[in-house]
């Protein structure tokens, strides 16, 4: 069953760009892990600060074990969170078939 997870990110202003060329950056290097579909990167079109990120997995032990087990993945984080003017919001979902 894949499993899809959706992170909403607002970029403090000074730092969208910045932000959003390391997501794309790591997006190639993302959608290369196992048992990944997609990874990819958007920004609202009204509100440019606003990006999201949208996974897609195989399954859900694909994102846990090879996903967040990429040797990037944890600056990947760090570099986000010192980019953000607020949380991020995380939402998982599983396709229904």
Not at 29 to 56: A, M
Not at 70 to 89: G, L, M, V
Request: aromatic share 10%; glycine share 2%; proline share 3%.
């Amino acid at each position: 069953m894949v499993f899809n997870m959706v992170c909403f990110l607002e970029a403090r202003p000074e730092a969208v760009e910045e932000l959003k060329a390391k997501l794309l950056e790591v997006a190639v290097v993302y959608r290369n892990d196992k048992g990944t579909l997609d990874w990819s990167v958007q920004q609202d079109l009204v509100h440019p600060h606003r990006l999201c990120i949208v996974e897609r997995y195989a399954d859900e032990e694909s994102e846990r074990i090879h996903h967040q087990g990429n040797p990037i993945f944890q600056s990947t984080i760090d570099f986000i969170q010192a980019r953000i003017s607020k949380a991020y919001e995380l939402h998982t979902w599983h396709d229904q078939k």
